[in-house]
């Protein structure tokens, strides 16, 4: 096995530490760099940032390596945080997460890591890359542990940035990271995993928000155009949301569609145009279902796109793949997929990404939903 200089993103939690480990311990001549994304609120109960690198430079000091804090908060802002509100102003629903990992982890981080003389990185994603034996070109594929599979956040990386990749925890389930950080010793190994994004954290959402974007309440309409509400600005949901609505049942026979009078309201439709957000009731409601979508700013982890055929496919993170049908050839920056069977809540702004088995083929942004010809 080839020994390298590999430049571990150490985030302070337990993926990334026992990817530092695993690569020591093969031999590999590991430096660890701590990224700071985020400086508006360093110092909040939100942010755990310092709290974060304390943890990292803990770890760096029992794997015996050294550790670099490295800002990238100026390219996240720019890069990413801009986007993202751009995105929001819109009435979309982006994912940032996305865009950080193809500007700032493998782009901003992977250039800063070239300049320490890296060979590679590595990070603590459950993704695992391989080169074809045939093509000479680099495939990302799914974790092994299902339930953790991130290459859904990674379908955007190109050959350039996959070649110089490294998921040692990728080949692994997370029972096991966590077994391995307590054999070990690591002292994060009980640390709860991180959820969201640093410059939102465990907040309130909506309370986030509204420090960036100004609100225009407007109405709230069902499926038969009765005003049932007041919503409070439309980038402030999401379709498919549930909770947050402050709207109770309609008592009317037959308004659930069979699902019982008080049958949950959920976001179906944010009409720009009119200020108007489309609410309906039950889960299963037809606006809530579609069968196709357009996709734009595409992305193929093979440099070109797929030909057309059958995919898996997820519109969301967490769901299992869906079969989609490309039916025209995909070009290099857009694609529609039709869906044998309906999907749940397709949301703008959101990422389609498509597999052929474990391999992830690359995907798009979600433009439109159920487009007309």
């Not at 508006?40 to 550790?67: M, T």
């Not at 490294?166 to 950080?181: Q, S, T, Y």
């Not at 054999?183 to 995993?193: H, R, S, T, V, Y």
Request: charged residues 25%.
């Amino acid at each position: 096995m080839t020994k390298h200089r590999v430049v571990v993103g150490l985030s302070g939690g337990v993926d990334s530490a026992v990817t530092a480990h695993l690569l020591k311990q093969q031999g590999h001549d590991v430096v660890g760099i701590f990224m700071k994304n985020w400086e508006d609120d360093d110092d909040s109960e939100f942010c755990s940032s310092r709290q974060d690198f304390l943890d990292a430079a803990s770890v760096a000091d029992v794997l015996g390596i050294e550790i670099e804090h490295v800002n990238f908060a100026a390219d996240y802002k720019d890069r990413v945080f801009a986007e993202f509100l751009r995105e929001y102003q819109a009435g979309r629903t982006p994912n940032p997460d996305v865009l950080c990992n193809a500007e700032i982890k493998f782009k901003a981080f992977l250039d800063h890591a070239m300049r320490l003389g890296a060979d590679k990185i590595a990070t603590g994603h459950y993704a695992r890359v391989r080169q074809n034996a045939d093509t000479g070109l680099f495939e990302l594929l799914k974790g092994v542990d299902n339930s953790k599979d991130q290459s859904y956040f990674l379908h955007r990386l190109s050959q350039a940035q996959l070649s110089k990749a490294m998921f040692p925890v990728g080949e692994l389930c997370k029972i096991e990271v966590r077994r391995i950080a307590e054999e070990i010793g690591l002292p994060n190994a009980k640390k709860k995993d991180s959820t969201g994004i640093c410059f939102i954290g465990e907040r309130p959402f909506r309370e986030f928000l509204n420090r960036y974007i100004s609100k225009e309440p407007g109405w709230m309409l069902d499926d038969r155009n009765r005003r049932l509400g007041k919503h409070v600005g439309l980038s402030f949901y999401t379709l498919g949301q549930r909770s947050g609505l402050g709207i109770g049942g309609v008592k009317e026979k037959g308004a659930a569609r069979g699902e019982g009078d008080h049958a949950p309201w959920f976001v179906a439709a944010k009409e720009m145009e009119k200020n108007v957000l489309r609410v309906v009731q039950g889960h299963d409601h037809p606006m809530l279902l579609s069968h196709r979508l357009d996709a734009d700013s595409a992305s193929w982890v093979a440099g070109h796109p797929p030909a057309a055929g059958t995919y898996g496919s997820k519109t969301r993170y967490r769901q299992p793949d869906s079969p989609a049908v490309i039916t025209s050839a995909a070009t290099s920056s857009h694609f529609r997929l039709d869906f044998p069977e309906a999907q749940w809540a397709v949301t703008p702004g959101q990422s389609a990404v498509l597999y052929d088995g474990e391999v992830c083929l690359g995907g798009g942004i979600i433009a439109a939903v159920d487009p007309k010809d």
